[in-house]
C-alpha cells in the first residue's frame, strides 16, 4: 500500500509528483531536516524531505534549513533538469509498435477518457494516443484545474532550492540520470498501466481537503502522521519496488561516495527519508551519523518580518520576509542578502546586505559599492553612512559596518520614501565568529 498526497484526488497527483516527491513517510523522528556526519567526514552535509508542490505554504522553512544550505559547498536534488531531460523525455515518453491508447481500452473507457481530457483540460485524448498510459496519468493532473501547469508558473519547492543553490554559484548534482527515472514505469505493461490510468480518472477529485491535511502534517514535520495518513488505493509491488525501494539503495549508494568529497545539501522527496529501506536508515547502516534537525520557527516574528541569521558570515538581520542568498564573483566578490529577489518583495524598495571577506577601502567602495548604481556618488565623506542615487530614480540610504576583518554594506532602496529603513538598520548586529 502507498501513501498518496491525497488519496481521493487519485493517482493523477501521485503519478505527476513522482519524479520529484513520494509520500510514504514513516521515519525516525519528526523532522525534514537531517544532519549527515561522522565516518571521517570533514564537514557535515544535510538530507532535506521536499514536497513537490508550489504550494505557498510549503515554503515555511525552519530556522535551520536555508543555514543549513548556505554552508554546504553543493546541492543534490533527484534529477537535474537540463536540456538533456526534454530529449531523454521524447525518445521514452511515447509506446513502441502499433499500440495506442486506444488499442488498450474498451471503446466505453476510451469515451470515457475521452470526455475527461476534454472537460478538465480543454484537449482531446487523441493528443496523447500514443503516450505510455502512467505518463497520459501524469499529463492530465498537470493540465487540470485551476492550479494547472499552464495558469502557475511558480517552481516547485524542489526547483527553489535549486534556483537558491544556482544563485548561490554551488555545484549542482542530480542523484539520478533522466533515463533512470523514465524507465521506472516500464516495469508495468502497457496494458497494467492503462487500468490504472482509468483508475485515476474514476477516483479524480478536485476536492482539496485531503491535500490541505498533508501540507499541514508537512508544515508540522509531522511525519509519524504522514505515515498514517490512509489512501484508497494499492500499487503493484514491481512498481512500488521500483518507484522507491531500489531508487532508495542507488540514491544512498551514490551519497555515501558525493558526502566524502564535499559537504552538500541533499533535496529528495520526504517520501524517500523513513523506514527501513529509507535514505535515513540506510546511510546509518553505511556507518553515518544521521541526526534530525529538531524544526523551530522563532525566527518569524509576530509582526510578520523574519529575523535572518548567518552562521557563515557572523551577523543578524531584520528582513520583511526571508531574504535570498546570492554570490556576486565580479571585482573582489561577496555575498549579497536580498529582498529583491523574492516574488514577495515591493518594486518599491530593495533591501541588500552585502557581505566582503575583507576590510573595503574608500577606492575599493567606490568601485564595488557605488559603480553598480549608474551616476551615483557619494553625497557625504563618510562610508558609515551614506546616501546614494541611481540616475535620480532610486534613492537609497548605505550604511557599513567593519567586523569579524569582513566589511558589511547595508543598503536600502526606495522609490517614494522610505518606509522600512529605520526597522532594518536598527536591527543589524554582527556575531561572534
Not at 67 to 93: G, H, K, R, S, Y
Not at 139 to 144: F, N, R
Not at 346 to 366: A, G, H, I, N
Not at 376 to 400: A, C, R
Request: charged share 20%; aromatic share 12%; hydrophobic share 40%.
Amino acid at each position: 500500500m502507498m501513501m498518496s498526497l491525497m488519496s481521493r484526488r487519485s493517482l493523477l497527483l501521485f503519478f505527476a509528483s513522482f519524479f520529484f516527491y513520494s509520500i510514504q513517510l514513516y521515519s525516525q523522528g519528526n523532522s525534514l531536516l537531517w544532519r549527515i556526519s561522522g565516518k571521517n567526514l570533514q564537514q557535515p552535509s544535510y538530507l532535506y524531505g521536499t514536497m513537490h508542490s508550489a504550494d505557498p505554504r510549503v515554503f515555511h522553512f525552519a530556522d535551520s534549513v536555508m543555514p543549513a544550505l548556505e554552508t554546504c559547498d553543493a546541492f543534490a536534488m533527484e534529477v537535474v533538469i537540463d536540456e538533456n531531460v526534454q530529449n531523454v523525455l521524447l525518445a521514452n515518453i511515447f509506446m513502441t509498435g502499433e499500440t495506442t491508447l486506444q488499442s488498450l481500452l474498451t471503446p466505453v473507457q476510451y469515451d470515457s477518457l475521452q470526455w475527461f481530457a476534454m472537460r478538465n483540460t480543454g484537449m482531446s485524448i487523441t493528443y496523447f494516443n500514443k503516450m505510455k498510459p502512467l505518463y497520459v496519468a501524469m499529463m492530465l493532473e498537470m493540465l487540470s484545474g485551476e492550479d494547472s501547469i499552464l495558469n502557475n508558473a511558480d517552481p516547485f519547492l524542489d526547483q527553489y532550492f535549486e534556483n537558491s543553490a544556482t544563485a548561490q554559484q554551488k555545484k549542482i548534482i542530480g542523484l539520478e540520470t533522466a533515463e533512470e527515472q523514465m524507465a521506472i514505469f516500464d516495469v508495468m505493461s502497457y496494458k497494467d498501466q492503462a487500468q490504472l490510468l482509468m483508475k485515476s480518472m474514476r477516483d479524480y477529485s478536485e476536492d482539496t481537503t485531503e491535500f490541505d491535511q498533508m501540507v499541514q502534517y508537512y508544515l508540522n514535520n509531522d511525519l509519524t502522521k504522514m505515515m498514517e495518513f490512509e489512501n484508497d488505493f494499492a500499487i503493484p509491488d514491481s512498481l512500488y519496488d521500483a518507484l522507491i525501494t531500489q531508487r532508495n539503495v542507488k540514491m544512498a549508494r551514490r551519497i555515501d561516495s558525493m558526502i566524502n568529497e564535499q559537504s552538500i545539501f541533499i533535496a529528495v522527496g520526504a517520501g524517500h527519508l523513513g523506514g527501513e529501506e529509507g535514505l535515513v536508515s540506510l546511510l546509518r547502516n553505511k556507518g553515518y551519523q544521521v541526526i534530525p534537525v529538531i524544526p523551530i520557527y522563532s525566527q518569524y516574528l509576530k509582526d510578520g518580518w523574519y529575523q535572518s541569521y548567518s552562521h557563515k558570515n557572523h551577523f543578524k538581520i531584520d528582513f520583511p520576509f526571508q531574504p535570498a542568498l546570492k554570490k556576486d564573483n565580479s571585482g573582489i566578490g561577496c555575498d549579497i542578502y536580498s529582498s529583491h529577489v523574492s516574488e514577495k518583495s515591493s518594486s518599491d524598495e530593495l533591501m541588500e546586505v552585502k557581505v566582503y571577506s575583507q576590510k573595503l577601502t574608500r577606492e575599493d567602495f567606490q568601485s564595488e559599492v557605488l559603480s553598480k548604481f549608474n551616476g551615483s556618488k557619494l553625497q557625504n565623506n563618510e562610508l558609515n553612512n551614506f546616501i546614494y542615487q541611481d540616475n535620480g530614480k532610486l534613492k537609497g540610504i548605505g550604511k557599513t559596518f567593519f567586523a569579524n576583518d569582513k566589511t558589511y554594506v547595508l543598503l536600502y532602496t526606495y522609490k517614494r520614501s522610505p518606509k522600512n529603513d529605520r526597522r532594518f538598520f536598527d536591527s543589524f548586529s554582527t556575531l561572534t565568529q
